[in-house]
């Protein structure tokens, strides 16, 4: 059966997301469409592609996550000095090895640009702070006076994965100037509402998979210091917007995969815990799929 697929972002995370996907390959699903923010998009990427859950397990079983905390340069031997870095950069790492890597992923597949993909099949979302608006790439990229079908889905990727603070954001030249570009999470990590069309027939039924807790089973925050005060805000941020879109009528085509023992840029993690969270979200999804009544 054919079926339109979602991704939330969630940084390492992530990793869940695969376990998904693989139960839901394993049920002979097929997608039409794919969106994602973030590690959603990430695997959104590699699914259009043509990747498989197990060519995507292949590739990222030896892959060191390390090596994408790509700091720039420092000249100066003083520890504060990534700090001062920070405040101009806007960011701790540069962002290139990753994008780096999965262009060579995708290459590998004989995709580049958007062109090389179906069309209307891979949607991408960033969040464009210039101007403060949700990016849908392909889509919006003729806002910026860009053709979309030269435009590196590597690149929109990056886009969508940029983490406020921990990754630069990308900085995109269009025809109003320029605009800054950071992870999708922040306007809408579940971009859900991209195939929530209310008042169409569905062509075929969506399946969402999110890393968190379902809206009404989050657990209230303790803010007890301005670390948890920030956390709490950014939290805030991207769950707000998909709120909206999520109501009881949307829940029951939703794999929620709430995983709290993992950070979103715990980029150390080691393979035992890569698994265990493919694991879990093969699993889980293992048993919504059983009473998935689509």
Request: no cysteine.
């Given at each position: ?50 990747y ?36 101009w950069?806007?960011g ?27 069309a ?14 949700i ?15 030269t ?43 991209l ?17 968190s ?8 925050r ?22 909206r ?50």
């Amino acid at each position: 059966m054919d079926i339109d697929l979602v991704f939330s972002g969630g940084g390492v995370k992530g990793f869940a997301l695969l376990g998904a996907y693989e139960a839901i390959e394993e049920k002979g699903l097929r997608w039409k469409r794919l969106a994602g923010t973030s590690a959603g998009a990430l695997l959104s990427a590699l699914l259009a592609a043509g990747y498989s859950a197990r060519d995507i397990a292949r590739l990222l079983e030896e892959l060191e996550l390390e090596q994408f905390l790509d700091a720039r340069p420092q000249w100066i031997p003083f520890p504060l000095w990534k700090w001062v870095r920070l405040y101009w950069r806007l960011g701790l790492y540069q962002g290139k090895a990753f994008e780096q890597w999965l262009e060579a992923a995708l290459a590998a597949r004989g995709v580049r640009t958007f062109q090389d993909v179906p069309a209307g099949s891979l949607s991408i979302v960033a969040s464009d702070v210039t101007n403060g608006r949700i990016v849908v790439m392909p889509d919006d990229l003729h806002r910026y006076g860009i053709d979309a079908k030269t435009f590196s889905v590597a690149k929109a990727v990056r886009m969508s994965i940029s983490i406020p603070y921990f990754f630069e954001p990308v900085r995109l030249n269009g025809r109003d100037g320029l605009a800054l570009i950071v992870d999708g999470g922040v306007l809408s990590n579940f971009p859900l509402f991209l195939f929530d069309e209310e008042k169409k027939m569905k062509k075929r039924p969506v399946l969402g998979v999110q890393l968190s807790p379902k809206p009404g089973e989050r657990p209230k925050r303790t803010i007890s210091n301005a670390l948890d005060l920030y956390e709490a805000l950014f939290a805030a941020m991207k769950e707000a917007h998909d709120a909206r879109y999520i109501s009881r009528r949307h829940e029951k085509n939703i794999v929620f995969l709430p995983v709290d023992n993992v950070m979103a840029t715990e980029f150390s993690i080691d393979p035992t815990a890569r698994r265990r969270l493919i694991d879990y979200g093969r699993e889980r999804t293992r048993q919504f799929l059983r009473q998935w009544a689509y």
